[in-house]
């Protein structure tokens, strides 16, 4: 319980330092890895820079969850804002494309315990009132990040080096460290603790062996390769064994109970196809509209930043319509608005340009913002203190989860339809993609031939979008089983 001598302006401003450092680590570290790479060498590993975080922040998030309801919060989002920080000073230092990757692991176990301990701190401080406002505020961070980050890499690459993308977190981590420690302040039972070491291993080991699988099956193995199906056959080992462990155990990391509780399955349901639609958004419009509209990576980012408008002000909005029309209609708005946006870019082609694209994401993230505010002042209202931290991880974590698996399926679909449209054409090998992507390369490409591959990219992305459109219609029916009644106690 928080106690009442916690400075709640403070700690708010510390936990959205925070908050912001975690989140831009995401994006910024993309527009500075052509300058890592020629400066480190290792492109094969590209794309592990990116899967090494995300992996720790995935199997960690429940972990941490768990440990805030049994420890209190402050001392383990102290031990996670350590960890990062350790991981952004190393990732700076580092050598090689391999450190990179390690280091990347380090900063990626330190995220993991940012996001869902700042939200369930929040959660703790506010009634359901001042709540609903300030959850809204935390997610319009996200939407910032997404589109300061891109923006701020590219400064720091120009102007400094790139190991200052990662050494810019230390002052951040330092000032929102120092204010979440002198000025939050909360009160813990002081009854023994059993920790649930068994069934976080089995966690552990399941999801890394699911989300290894997603980065490099498709793309490095064949999805039906010894690797792949080796790696299924353990998670569904692993994630066996913990639920076996879970339902015998005193003190479970991740209570099943949760899993009872209709409004959890429904918004954490929800919430795994809503992440499947951002990370496919973001992984895969910029490529289409340079690569099939021809338009240059400054119009590309464009049309994604819109969704990072929509977003926070969905966001916002979305925390006064929840104390006024409850959480099961504000959630079906952003149910109506995903299943719009995804429709927009089921009918989108090279014709409509690029305003049109930036419309189609703004309405995205209108969705986006309505349902995760929603969803995650809704699970912190209808459980108690002591399961408040691994309800919220939870819905962090099947976010994260959404986006492993959205980015691996729909990029696994580009792929395959780019052959299958090669293969129809008679066209003797796969031509290079990379071409149309740069501007540069595009102009020395015979009309012919960037017409052929323009077209393959319309095709192969036609599909892709089409997949969305399910995904955001599949999330639309869902939200019909959102739970009526429920503007529970503040």
């Known amino acids: ?7 709640r302006p403070v700690v708010l401003v510390a936990l959205i330092l925070s908050m912001f450092m975690a989140a831009i680590e ?11 790479v020629s400066d480190l060498g290792g492109f094969t590993l590209y794309s592990w820079v990116f899967s090494s975080f995300l992996l720790m922040q995935a199997v960690t998030t429940m972990v941490y969850g768990k440990l805030a309801d049994l420890f209190g919060r402050k001392p383990i989002f102290v031990i996670g804002v350590i960890i ?19 280091f990347r692991l380090i900063q990626g176990i330190g995220a993991g315990a940012i ?26 961070v996200w939407g910032i990040s997404s589109v300061a980050g891109p923006l701020l890499g590219g400064m720091i690459v120009q102007y400094v080096d790139w190991a200052w993308i990662f050494w810019m977190n230390i002052p951040l981590g330092l000032i929102g460290l120092a204010c979440v420690v002198l000025f939050f302040h909360e009160k813990v039972d002081k009854e023994k603790k059993t920790i649930d070491y068994l069934g976080t291993s089995f966690f552990f080991i399941a999801i890394s062996a699911l989300i290894i699988v997603f980065v490099q099956a498709g793309t490095n193995w064949a999805w039906l390769s010894p690797e792949t199906l080796g790696l299924l056959g353990l998670f569904v080992i692993g994630i066996s064994l913990f639920i076996w462990q879970e339902k015998r155990c005193a ?13 959890m399955v ?13 990370l496919g958004l973001s992984s895969f419009l910029p490529t289409y509209v340079q690569g099939v509209m021809g338009e240059s990576a400054i119009v590309a980012g464009f049309t994604l930043s819109t969704l990072s408008i929509g977003w926070p002000i969905s966001s916002t909005i979305a925390g006064h319509l929840v104390l006024r029309i409850g959480f099961r209609k504000t959630a079906f708005l952003g149910g109506i608005a995903l299943f719009a946006g995804t429709f927009l870019f089921f009918l989108l082609d090279a014709d409509k340009g690029p305003v049109y694209a930036g419309f189609s994401s703004f309405v995205v993230g209108v969705g986006m913002g309505l349902t995760s505010t929603t969803f995650i002042v809704a699970i912190q209202n209808s459980v108690s203190w002591q399961a408040r931290g691994s309800a919220t991880s939870l819905n962090m974590f099947m976010r994260i989860i959404g986006s492993a698996i959205g980015t691996a399926l729909l990029g696994g679909i580009l792929n395959l339809r780019l052959q299958q449209y090669y293969q129809q054409q008679a066209a ?7 071409a149309v992507l740069n501007e540069g390369m595009r102009e020395t490409l015979s009309p012919d031939t960037l017409a052929l591959m323009q077209d393959g990219l319309a ?18 029916i869902i939200l019909w089983f959102f739970p009526k009644g429920t503007v529970p106690n503040k």
């Open 1 to 7: 319980m928080v106690h009442k001598q916690t400075k």
């Open 26 to 36: 995401g994006t910024i570290v993309a527009t500075a890895m052509p300058n890592i």
């Open 84 to 102: 990062f920080l350790i991981g952004s000073l190393l990732c700076g230092l580092a050598e090689s494309m391999t450190a990179l990757v390690v």
């Open 115 to 140: 996001h869902p301990i700042v939200t369930t701190i929040v959660g703790d401080m506010y009634n359901l009132e001042e709540r609903a406002k300030v959850q809204g505020y935390l997610a319009s």
């Open 251 to 263: 003190a479970p990391m991740m209570p099943l109970s949760l899993w009872k509780n209709k409004l």
């Open 266 to 278: 429904i918004a954490n349901i929800a919430t795994l196809l809503s992440g499947m639609i951002i």
């Open 428 to 434: 003797d090998d796969m031509p290079n993609i990379d």
């Open 459 to 476: 095709h192969a992305f036609h599909t892709v979008f089409f997949g969305l459109f399910l995904i955001g219609i599949v999330t639309f």
